[in-house]
């Protein structure tokens, strides 16, 4: 079984910083890659950051030079720390890892963990 299980979403004020973790059941590079998500109420799930195994980081826009997506291989387990944080970053947060081949993808989620951000 994989199982993904995110921690450390909270209430902060405008500025404010969190780190958020996922924690995976199996090695991080059984996954071709791996990234966070979040959702805010009413709209669609939107990829904020992603890590490949074998690649360079990617961001959002939006959260670029303020968020940073990072790994500790032998705790398999995936970072993403949150600085200057705004209200629109407010939602849940969700860790993915993906599988993918040239025919198909499959991608397995954790639970997610709350992020308010207050102005």
């Known amino acids: 079984q994989v199982q993904l299980v995110e921690s450390g979403g909270g209430l902060v004020q405008a500025g404010g910083s969190l780190r958020l973790s996922c924690a995976a059941s199996?090695?991080?590079?059984?996954?071709?890659?791996m990234g966070w998500y979040r959702q805010a109420p009413g709209k669609q799930r939107e990829l904020v950051a992603a890590?490949?195994?074998?690649?360079?980081?990617n961001y959002a826009d939006s959260v670029k030079g303020r968020f940073t997506i990072s790994r500790d291989n032998a705790k398999n387990t995936v970072y993403l720390q949150m600085n200057s944080l705004k209200p629109e970053d407010t939602g849940v947060y969700y860790c993915n890892g993906g599988v993918y081949t040239t025919a198909s993808r499959r991608d397995y989620w954790g639970q997610g963990t709350q992020v308010t951000v207050s102005s």
């Open positions: 890590i490949p195994s074998g690649g360079s980081t």
């Open positions: 199996i090695s991080i590079f059984s996954f071709s890659g």
